[in-house]
């Protein structure tokens, strides 16, 4: 605007001294420039000795430059999707962990364009939009629960979704509606092309990570209406911004405890959560005096200061809790007075509705916290429980999507990924580590002859006595059907080998009685060494197979090691 307004003066400063230079101005073009410069003088004369004149629309646009630069700033409705869009990408990648086979998109109402946007997807090849009328999408949303959706000549809405391939007619999509505020607001659609790869526990965990989804969009809206004041805002954008779903909960309260120091005066800032007994809670972070209580700490909630937010499931504010509760200690019997805290704002942090913990500021002064401290410090103890909630959902699914559903060992991916850690660790460490593969004899002629129920059942009982077998630190997965992995950490390969022959030994001993049924099964073992056989994961896996099928070869029930 600033250069625009320049070339004008320079324009209208040379066309004047071009008219007063020109002998001859009868001409009809010269009063056209007299007028030019007559209306340009004018307005120069307006904007300096009645600016306010033309201001207002300059001060529109600047008004709403600047709100455009203050929201900007802070950022909140971009922090706010940001975090939407984190979560979306954890769930999709959640639904690949479930199971590798599966593509993900996860689908959004779009009403300008009359359909459904696509918000994440875990392959480029799903439709980037879904029109309203889509067949697929229509049914999904209509029964409003998780449905199984078969390749056939009755669902003319595959081409949208997928674009134009060649059908097996095995395909198969998942499709779990997602809701909002008691609407349906969308739909994640999971597609593999054979309908074999799909169990009953695939489609429990992904309506939970559809769940998760429902609850992160509630938490981000109120998140969003909570936060009123810029600046302590801004901060606890920064929270956010240095977390994600899945960092740890120390991490977290040690953020808390830096938003403390700069917002809010005290001398003791104490972080509890409830143990799992309900009745104790345990000190997860002190900042300031340390002498009365500590980190690491449990405490009997019954009767104490900093169990009464959580027992009762609402804000403690006083300036002389020792009046208004005069039978209650502060943690432990008889401490109220070895301690002289006056002054309280302690606030619980809820998992849907019930309350799991406490932050607690404490003074040694009667100065009780103003309104905007605790109005401040309840938005800071809501936005830490909606955290609270995305990693206590996130771990509790996580957990059930590594895990077998039949046996509780890790599955089949989960073990390559902790098989390629425990490698990367050992070579960093130079230390060593022993495999063993361990696959059932003759386990068909058991699934025949006695059922799968009793198959099963076999399982899991051998799945226990290798898991009770083994340390701690050691990896067990169920690698295939009835094959197992072990993954005996920081141990030479000639220490694994009596730990082999007694799972092998502990199998071949044991009855497996059920329902008037008695079957005694056995097992064979091969093992490989890290990294005196190979160096690389599949070329261990590879040694320790084929040493397993040598042990089949010669009858089983016993243990080979890799050449």
């Known amino acids: 605007m600033d250069f625009r307004r320049q070339i004008t003066a320079v324009a209208l400063f040379?066309?004047?001294?071009?008219?007063?230079?020109?002998?001859?101005?009868?001409?009809?073009?010269?009063?056209?420039?007299?007028?030019?410069?007559i209306g340009g003088l004018a307005m120069v004369f307006i904007t300096y000795a009645f600016p306010s004149i033309l201001k207002f629309n300059s001060d529109e646009n600047n008004d709403e430059d600047k709100q455009k630069t203050a929201e900007s700033e802070f950022g909140l409705s971009s922090v706010v999707k940001s975090h939407y869009e984190r979560l979306l990408t954890q769930v999709v990648d959640l639904v690949s962990v479930v199971n590798p086979a599966y593509s993900t998109g996860v689908y959004m109402v779009d009403k300008e364009g009359q359909g459904y946007t696509r918000q994440n997807s875990s392959e480029n090849d799903l439709s980037s939009f879904i029109t309203e009328k889509n067949s697929i999408v229509s049914e999904i949303i209509h029964q409003n629960k998780p449905?199984?959706?078969k390749k056939n000549k009755h669902h003319e809405g595959w081409a949208e979704i997928l674009g134009e391939r060649s059908w097996r007619g095995s395909e198969t999509i998942l499709g779990f509606p997602i809701s909002f505020s008691g609407h349906i607001v969308g739909a994640m659609l999971v597609f593999t092309d054979h309908f074999s790869s799909i169990n009953d526990q695939d489609i429990h965990i992904i309506e939970k990570l559809g769940e998760i989804i429902t609850h992160g969009m509630t938490d981000l809206e109120q998140m969003e209406s909570l936060m009123v004041d810029n600046y302590f805002n801004s901060r606890v954008t920064n929270l956010f911004d240095q977390l994600e779903v899945k960092s740890d909960q120390s991490e977290l309260f040690e953020s808390i405890r830096g938003l403390c120091r700069a917002f809010f005066q005290y001398d003791k800032l104490t972080i509890t959560m409830v143990d799992s007994d309900q009745s104790t809670a345990k000190i997860k972070l002190v900042d300031g005096l340390h002498d009365d209580a500590d980190e690491g700490?449990?405490?009997?909630?019954?009767?104490?200061?900093?169990?009464?937010a959580v027992q009762e499931n609402r804000m403690i504010h006083s300036n002389t809790w020792f009046d208004e509760f005069p039978e209650m200690n502060r943690f432990n019997p008889n401490d109220r007075d070895t301690f002289n805290f006056m002054s309280v704002l302690s606030i619980p942090l809820r998992s849907n509705g019930e309350a799991v913990g406490a932050i607690s500021l404490e003074r040694l002064k009667s100065k009780k916290y103003t309104d905007t401290d605790a109005r401040l410090f309840?938005?800071?103890?809501?936005?830490v429980s909606s955290i609270l909630n995305w990693q206590q959902e996130y771990n509790r699914v996580h957990e059930s999507s590594i895990h077998d559903g039949l046996t509780g060992l890790l599955n089949h991916k989960a073990f390559l990924d902790r098989f390629e850690e425990e490698v990367s660790r050992a070579g960093r460490f130079n230390h060593m580590l022993g495999l063993v593969i361990l696959d059932l004899d003759k386990f068909?002629?058991?699934?025949?002859?006695?059922?799968?129920?009793?198959?099963?059942?076999?399982?899991?009982?051998?799945?226990?006595?290798?898991k009770e077998n083994v340390r701690a630190i050691d990896v067990v997965g169920r690698y295939g059907g009835e094959e197992f992995a072990v993954l005996l950490v920081n141990t030479d390969i000639q220490q694994c080998i009596p730990l082999a022959e007694r799972i092998v030994r502990k199998i071949s001993e044991k009855t497996f009685l059920k329902n008037g049924i008695a079957v005694n099964v056995t097992i064979s073992a091969g093992m490989a060494g890290f990294p005196i056989h190979a160096d690389q994961v599949r070329e261990l896996i590879s040694k320790a197979d084929k040493a397993m099928y040598e042990t089949k070869r010669i009858g089983g029930n016993s243990v080979t090691i890799s050449e």
């Open 14 to 37: 040379f066309l004047i001294l071009y008219l007063f230079m020109m002998p001859n101005q009868d001409a009809l073009i010269f009063s056209i420039l007299k007028g030019i410069a």
């Open 147 to 149: 449905v199984i959706l």
């Open 297 to 308: 700490q449990s405490f009997n909630m019954i009767n104490t200061l900093h169990g009464l």
């Open 378 to 383: 309840e938005l800071l103890c809501g936005t």
């Open 444 to 466: 068909k002629s058991i699934n025949d002859s006695y059922g799968h129920l009793y198959g099963d059942y076999v399982l899991e009982e051998v799945s226990s006595i290798i």
